[in-house]
């Protein structure tokens, strides 16, 4: 079963702007991971936060983790129309199981 | 980075057909494959874990003898939809996961299933 929610499921903004996705989940997690989907393609995997750490950054992006609200938020920084695409997170509990939440949409507006 | 690659990347047949999706680890071995399948606008829902040289495990709700997995190599892993319907169109996506065990999973790029 899905036990990531995001939210929001959408998210409108413009050009230049900071854009910030929350992903909630259920049980204890190894690690945490945030994925890229453009329409109609496979995921990119972007970063991956294990449980013992809180925040992590990449370039633009900046995660953080909660591990004792079980959450997790994603930030992209001086966002471009090329950031449009879904975003999911996907815990990990074991074996590598991903367990993926809904997504949000992401579209960037120039 | 790692690159996993699937095939048909879209595939349209007639009810009552099956199809065969190939996901192949092209630099790495994959000792896990996973398959999932995504509904429009919607999420990943994990379909079942094949690692290779065993029977693949398949998540809860998901018939086995409707969607056949095969992992008989450490590059390929196959899921053949059998006796597909229209309810079956839907985005299928592997994923592999190698020996050097990061915690990433590398994706291929879908297969879009369509029966008529």
């Known amino acids: 079963s899905q036990q990531g929610e995001e939210d929001p499921q959408a998210l409108s903004i413009q050009e230049g702007e900071n854009a910030t996705m929350n992903c909630s989940y259920k049980t204890s997690i190894n690690n945490l991971q945030w994925y890229r989907q453009n329409s109609g393609r496979g995921l990119v995997h972007l970063i991956l936060?294990?449980?013992?750490?809180r925040e992590k950054h990449s370039g633009r992006l900046r995660v953080t983790l909660d591990t004792s609200k079980k959450s997790s938020s994603l930030l992209i920084t001086a966002s471009r129309a090329a950031d449009t695409a879904s975003y999911f997170c996907a815990t990990e509990g074991g074996a590598q199981k991903l367990v993926f939440g809904q997504g949000t949409r992401l579209t960037i507006n120039p | 980075g790692a690159v996993v690659s699937q095939h048909p990347s879209w595939v349209i047949c007639k009810s009552g057909t099956s199809v065969k999706i190939e996901c192949r680890s092209l630099d790495f071995q994959a000792t896990t494959m996973f398959w999932y399948r995504q509904f429009p606008k919607q999420s990943l829902m994990l379909m079942a874990t094949?690692?290779?040289?065993?029977?693949?495990?398949?998540e809860q709700g998901v018939e086995k003898d409707k969607f056949l997995i095969n992992h008989a190599s450490l590059t390929l892993s196959t899921l053949t939809v059998t006796s597909a319907h229209p309810e079956d169109s839907s985005f299928y996506i592997c994923?592999?996961?190698?020996?050097?065990?990061?915690?990433?999973?590398?994706f291929g790029e879908g297969s879009r299933l369509t029966v008529l």
């Open positions: 936060i294990r449980s013992n750490e």
């Open positions: 994923s592999a996961s190698g020996t050097r065990n990061t915690g990433e999973l590398f």
């Open positions: 094949s690692n290779e040289g065993s029977k693949a495990t398949y």
